[in-house]
């Protein structure tokens, strides 16, 4: 059993990225990968039906997710730094298989189960119970080409006490959920442009227009 904070939170989060698996593959030209841009640290705030999420990565840039939970959007913008690119989203259309950050909530982890527990370990100085299981992920090209996916193996540590998630592994990275003790204080404000954008997409889906 897990228990994701109900109402207003902050969760600071950790990323830690799994080093990539040699294949063997040959280069004979010696050449040299271009740096991977991997995710290193997120920060979550949900104030309300509102909720922003800064992301920052290993190079220095960062971008931000915007999620209006109660139109059912996630406004994603691609770069803060050099004004990039907003992508929207319908947040039903989220894949919920496995584990990730933009779907904090027990459907999205619905294989943590008696089934799935490994049993109870310390994790970063706290007890948790250790769950494990294997998932298949479908991407949105695997269900367009009718292709079975990919199985992966998901894993969860939830404090023992509380039943908050402290950490959740999917393979390619470890997350470290720290929730702080106290809620975020004010509201969040999405900016003019991201709701002009957003009010944009609705009219387009045709979703509520609603936060």
């Not at 969760?11 to 280069?27: I, L, M, S, W």
């Not at 979550?44 to 909720?51: A, D, H, M, P, Y």
Request: net charge neutral.
């Amino acid at each position: 059993m897990v228990i994701f904070p109900n109402g207003d939170f902050f969760c600071g989060v950790k990323v830690t990225a799994h080093p990539p698996v040699d294949r063997g593959e040959k280069n004979p030209d010696k050449q040299v990968p271009a740096p991977e841009l991997l995710l290193k640290n997120v920060e979550i705030t949900q104030v309300g039906k509102l909720r922003k999420d800064i992301l920052t990565y290993n190079d220095g840039r960062s971008s931000e997710i915007w999620i209006a939970a109660g139109a059912g959007v996630v406004l994603v913008v691609a770069d803060t730094h050099q004004n990039g690119a907003v992508y929207p989203a319908n947040f039903k259309d989220l894949d919920s298989t496995g584990f990730r950050l933009l779907r904090l909530d027990a459907a999205s982890v619905t294989w943590i189960t008696d089934k799935s527990l490994a049993g109870t370990v310390d994790f970063k100085g706290k007890k948790a119970q250790h769950y494990q299981a294997v998932q298949i992920i479908m991407t949105p090209y695997d269900r367009t080409m009718d292709l079975p996916g990919k199985s992966k193996l998901f894993q969860a540590w939830i404090d023992q006490k509380t039943l908050i998630p402290l950490g959740f592994d999917d393979g390619d990275a470890l997350y470290e959920l720290n929730f702080g003790d106290k809620p975020p204080v004010g509201p969040l404000i999405m900016p003019a442009t991201l709701e002009k954008m957003m009010q944009k997409y609705l009219n387009a889906t045709g979703l509520p227009r609603r936060l």
